[in-house]
Nanobody, 125 residues
Framework: QVQLVESGGGLVQAGASLRLVCKAP???????????MGWFRQAPGKERELVAS???????HYVDLVKGRFAISRDNSRKTVTLQMNNLNPEDTAVYYC????????????????WGQGTQVTVSS
């Protein structure tokens, strides 16, 4: 099963920043550029939600709660997608998942083909 690889999670205090990086495995790097990418998160007791996404044309979308604080970007040459998270607050605490699909609709509806294993982000008050 193809799995994306996330890194960059950790424990920080409120107001701090973190950068999450997702890298496509070798098996799909040849098709990375046509992939629409997204970052999801799931907090304890809550459903998984799409936080930010970026299309193959670099169009971005953010959930209202993170607008102005998070920024998603992609580097097709390095086969990576990055989520820069600033001014974190305890409500951002969750497991963050990277996801990808050739169909942007699939990313938007939470059913992308490829997923990562998740990385924990914990924000203390």
């Amino acid at each position: 099963q193809v799995q994306l690889v996330e890194s960059g999670g950790g424990l920080v205090q409120a107001g701090a920043s973190l950068r999450l990086v997702c890298k496509a495995p070798r098996s799909i790097t040849s098709v990375f550029s046509p992939l629409n990418m997204g970052w999801f998160r799931q907090a304890p007791g809550k459903e998984r939600e799409l936080v930010a996404s970026i299309t193959t044309d670099r169009l971005t979308h953010y959930v209202d709660l993170v607008k102005g604080r998070f920024a998603i970007s992609r580097d097709n040459s390095r086969k990576t997608v990055t989520l820069q998270m600033n001014n974190l607050n305890p409500e951002d605490t969750a497991v963050y998942y990277c996801a990808a699909d050739p169909d942007n609709t699939a990313v938007g509806n939470g059913r992308p083909r490829y997923w990562g294993q998740g990385t924990q982000v914990t924000v203390s008050s």
